[in-house]
């Protein structure tokens, strides 16, 4: 596998040219042109992260974690805004709690731009310009408020962990009838999903790529070490710190697009619904995921289907916490049970979730054989057109598309808690690999 990780001593000497650079300009230039410079984002900036030149229509900035893909963004519709060259922008992320924190009021957001700051109509989603100009906050979650509005322009942030991008990004085009030449503008660490591939097979589409390492000066100085230490030697290297299109992996037990096929809002009455818990053996930001997947069935023996409804597996938590996170989602769904692992804390795992949901059944559950070998049979069910999932989970499908292939080196804490729902589902919890506690 090609390594494009930049060694430590090259980020560090990037970020000492720069800081050397800043300095030298501090002693040559007044206070009010090194302001000017400092606020100059075409000096700056990377390549990759100023929009193309000539006739796009579509210009998506494929990038690492912290390559400066949203400041890239914020940038881009701050300078169409107020500068009048686009009446109605469309912003979208993956919810609207993104497009909020991240898109308009984060530390790289519009608002936090070192230039005229737009004003922010909380009730209505939008930002004003005081030319008139004005940004509309959608989130991906919900397809069909993009039926209707329309726009000159469109930001559309983390594309590949949005819940519907093929249906949000329909709905959009409909809506980019505004102006001379209505402009999308993508930024996103990449993932081999369908949506993403054919805005890059467009004829009018114009890429910039650019790997976290380039945008070191910005970053904490064991940010990008640390992200290394963890995928080094795995396809998620190359895609969360490269930021490279990385497709299928050889040796896998599913392919993205079997998953992009299987996805579907369509389902049977269901007869049984239960969230599955995978516990992680300690706490902290280091530690392992707390698995917490949720999915219902309906049918009768060969004909039995099930739908994977939710991912909501967190990190770093006391175990009350995810024993709540749990619970709150079984509710939501009308769950008949709380199915977890007891392997990792045992009884503590029945106690933490009863107090948590003392009105749901907590059913545990006891690994005896690999992960493998409790995985494969719930790939076949995949594979026979059994399993589909109500929306994107880009984390969850990330370690499906890379559970059992070479490379693979860390915990599949989500996929754990998928097989765990998916067996109870589909399998009755009646083979001999489960033992009830």
């Known amino acids: 596998m090609k390594n494009n990780y930049a060694p430590s001593s090259d980020i560090a000497l990037v970020a000492t040219l720069q800081q050397q650079l800043q300095a030298h300009l501090s002693t040559c230039l007044s206070a009010s042109d090194l302001e000017l410079l400092r606020n100059d984002w075409d000096f700056w900036s990377q390549s990759a992260q100023r929009a193309p030149e000539g006739a796009w229509r579509t210009w998506l900035f494929l990038g690492g974690r912290g390559a400066g893909k949203s400041r890239a ?10 500068r009048g060259r686009a009446s109605r922008i469309a912003l979208i992320g993956p919810t609207f709690h993104d497009v909020r924190e991240v898109m308009i009021e984060g530390q790289s957001g519009i608002r936090s731009l070192p230039y005229e700051r737009p004003n922010y109509e909380a009730s209505r989603r939008r930002l004003v310009w005081a030319n008139g100009a004005q940004a509309f906050g959608f989130s991906a979650e919900d397809p069909e408020s993009l039926r209707g509005p329309q726009f000159d322009a469109a930001w559309a942030d983390e594309l590949c962990y949005w819940a519907y991008p093929d249906e949000t990004l329909a709905a959009l085009a409909h809506g980019m009838r505004l102006g001379d030449a209505p402009r999308l503008a993508v930024t996103t660490t990449p993932r081999p999903i369908r949506a993403l591939k054919q805005l890059i097979a467009q004829p009018d589409a114009a890429v910039t790529r650019a790997a976290t390492w380039t945008n070191a000066a910005n970053l904490a100085p064991d940010f990008i070490d640390a992200l290394h230490q963890r995928w080094t030697g795995s396809a998620r290297q190359r895609q969360e710190l490269s930021g490279e299109l990385v497709e299928d992996v050889e040796g896998a037990l599913w392919r993205r697009a079997d998953l992009e096929a299987a996805r579907t809002r369509e389902h049977g009455e269901f007869d049984r619904i239960v969230v599955a818990v995978d516990p992680p053996a300690s ?19 060969w004909r039995r289907q099930a739908l994977v ?29 709380i199915v977890a692992e007891a392997n990792n804390g045992g009884e503590m795992v029945r106690a933490v979730l009863q107090a948590a949901a003392p009105d749901i059944f907590v059913h545990l559950v006891r690994a005896s054989e690999g992960k493998r070998a409790r995985a494969e049979p719930i790939a ?10 109500a929306a994107a989970f880009p984390a969850l499908e990330d370690e499906m598309c890379s559970f059992g292939a070479e490379g693979f080196n860390h915990s599949p804490d989500r996929l754990d808690a998928l097989v765990w729902a998916l067996t109870d589902l589909l399998m009755g919890g009646a083979q001999p690999r489960i033992r009830l506690l």
Do not use: M, N, T
């Not at 990190?315 to 769950?335: D, N």
């Not at 076949?380 to 999932?389: D, I």
């Open 283 to 301: 706490i902290g930001e280091k530690a392992d995921h707390c698995g917490i997947v949720a999915a219902g069935a309906w049918g009768e023996g």
């Open 73 to 82: 963004g914020a940038e881009w519709v701050s300078a169409l805004g107020r």
């Open 380 to 389: 076949a069910f995949y594979a026979q057109g059994r399993v589909k999932h």
């Open 309 to 337: 409804l939710a991912d909501s597996s967190l990190q770093g938590v006391a175990p009350h916490v995810w024993a709540q996170k749990a619970a709150s989602l079984a509710r939501s769904l009308g769950a008949h049970a």
